[in-house]
């Protein structure tokens, strides 16, 4: 994980979205990488714990098979504390945001703001180009 271009809290977002949101998608890293207590915030809606957020991991991708996020920008605080990650996310559509699967790569890009305690990622914001993508989907039917 050590990479001498980011910081510590930098590396532990970028090895998440290695393990987790890049094939064969390892929701078992969660453990190491997230607090027992993590909180992730998506749309408003708050998801408790280790093993409630793996649950709406695999729920997710099952709607977006083979998915994958890539960092394109990211940065942290000068405590490391937080740390900010401008994404994008691909995958084949199986169902996304309830419409038709129609098996064809789709992307849509977001932001995540996590807080990190402890050497762990702790706490998530996350924002998705959701409407954006909404809109495409609705397009392919």
Excluded at 55 to 70: D, I, N
Aim: hydrophobic share 40%; glycine share 8%; with cysteine.
């Amino acid at each position: 994980m050590a990479d001498s271009n980011h910081s510590i809290s930098e590396q532990l977002a970028l090895e998440f979205f290695s393990r987790v949101w890049t094939p064969p998608n390892d929701l078992d890293a969660i453990d190491e990488l997230m607090t027992e207590d993590y909180v992730i915030t998506s749309g408003g809606k708050d998801i408790t714990g280790r093993e409630a957020f793996k649950v709406w991991v695999k729920e997710f991708q099952t709607h977006l098979l083979e998915a994958k996020t890539e960092s394109l920008e990211i940065f942290s605080n000068a405590a490391n504390d937080r740390v900010v990650s401008r994404w994008v996310c691909s995958g084949k559509n199986n169902g996304v945001l309830g419409q038709p699967g129609h098996g064809e790569m789709i992307s849509f890009t977001g932001i995540a703001i996590w807080a990190v305690r402890d050497g762990k990622l702790a706490r998530c914001w996350v924002e998705r180009a959701a409407w954006e993508l909404y809109q495409e989907l609705r397009g392919k039917e």
